[in-house]
């Protein structure tokens, strides 16, 4: 069992930037995946970046060059630095863990115009 632990959500105004990071613990393989997804009110849980075990991202187009996904020196934490925000940006964040795909239990963003 792997344990995700989110926080640095909150509210920001357009334009503005927030961190997020995801702790993960319990038995975790060496070799993993973690990532974020997120999802709005009324819509479908979407893809948001991932980053493997050696550190290759990848992101949705939708954040491309504006979000940056890292780990941390310990590797069981996974980072999700978001500049230059957009309304569109809000919704609920999930930190995911693969292999055996687990989720975090979600922390809000809320992007104001």
């Known amino acids: 069992q792997v344990q995700l632990v989110e926080s640095g959500g909150g509210l920001v105004q357009a334009g503005g930037s927030l961190r997020l990071s995801c702790a993960a613990s319990?038995?975790?393989?060496?070799?993993?995946?973690m990532g974020w997804f997120r999802q709005a009110p009324g819509r479908e849980r979407e893809f948001v970046a991932r980053?493997?075990?050696?550190?290759?991202?990848v992101y949705a187009d939708s954040v491309k060059d504006r979000f940056t996904i890292s780990r941390g020196d310990d590797r069981d934490t996974v980072y999700l630095q978001m500049n230059s925000l957009k309304v569109e940006d809000t919704g609920v964040y999930y930190c995911m863990f693969r292999p055996g795909t687990y989720w975090g239990q979600g922390t809000q963003v809320t992007v104001s115009s």
């Open positions: 319990g038995r975790i393989p060496p070799v993993n995946d």
């Open positions: 980053i493997g075990p050696i550190g290759a991202a």
